[in-house]
Structure formats: structure tokens, C-alpha cells
């Protein structure tokens, strides 16, 4: 199936959850925000939401600056 991940169409196994798509990309284990088709993922929640074929999903990670 696949998956539009931050603007790139990337191919994802059936079944595929948000926690999938993290350990795809490499994400931290803090500071990360996830939204699937618009729609934000709560983290207790990610392990167990499925990205459906043809998703949007949005990882955003914290960045520290000034």
C-alpha cells in the first residue's frame, strides 16, 4: 500500500500503524507531533492506528533554536 509521509509517496506494508511509519523515518522517541489524513494522532494511540492506502500522514518534530 502506500502512503503520502511528509509530501513523499513511500510504500508501506499492509497493516501499516503510525508507530510503523516512525520507525520508517527514524523519528525521536520524544518531541514528535503525528497527523493522519488532518487528523492528530494522540501517542498513546500509535501503536494501535492503522494509516489507511492513500494517507496523508504529517510527522512534525520539535526543533530548539532562538
Known sequence: MEAKVNGTVRELADG???ATVL???G???TGVAVA???EVVPRAA???TG???GAAVEVLTA???G
Request: overall charge negative; aromatic content about 4%.
Open 36 to 38: 493522519v489524513d488532518g
Open 51 to 53: 494509516v489507511p492506502d
Open 46 to 48: 500509535w501503536a494501535t
Open 16 to 18: 501499516a500503524t503510525v
Open 63 to 65: 526543533v530548539q533554536g
Open 23 to 25: 520507525a520508517l523515518l
Open 27 to 29: 523519528a525521536p522517541p
